[in-house]
């Protein structure tokens, strides 16, 4: 996991943390060789986790923390680990972005079939 405080590599964060107001610290998932890595911030004070607005809007949008069999992460098998990002609808399926916070890993898990 790559770590970066905001402001780092010639672009700035989002600054303080929405709940405490301390600095967020950058986190990169480890991602396969062909795709890009995608990049959350992490509040060293509180815990929170976010990732920034794919549109690019100068929004976080906060990870939840899972619960039961969907808190704990299929490839490094850390328990209690996974944060789900907010629902997005792909390929007729209704999914989450899931970043596990033990390795860094991310998945898109699937959550149910949208009709069409």
Known sequence: MGVERPGGAGEPGPGACPRCARDLVREATQSGERERAKEWWRCPGCGF???????????LHPFRELT???????????????????????????????????????????????SP
Not at 49 to 59: K, T
């Open 49 to 59: 986790l976010g990732r920034p607005d794919l549109g690019g809007r100068p929004v």
């Open 68 to 114: 039961g069999d969907d808190a704990d992460f299929v490839f490094c098998g850390w328990e209690d680990c996974n944060r789900a990002g907010e629902a997005f609808a792909w390929n007729s399926r209704l999914c989450e972005w899931i970043v596990c916070t033990a390795c860094g890993r991310e998945n898109v898990r699937r959550i149910k079939r949208v």
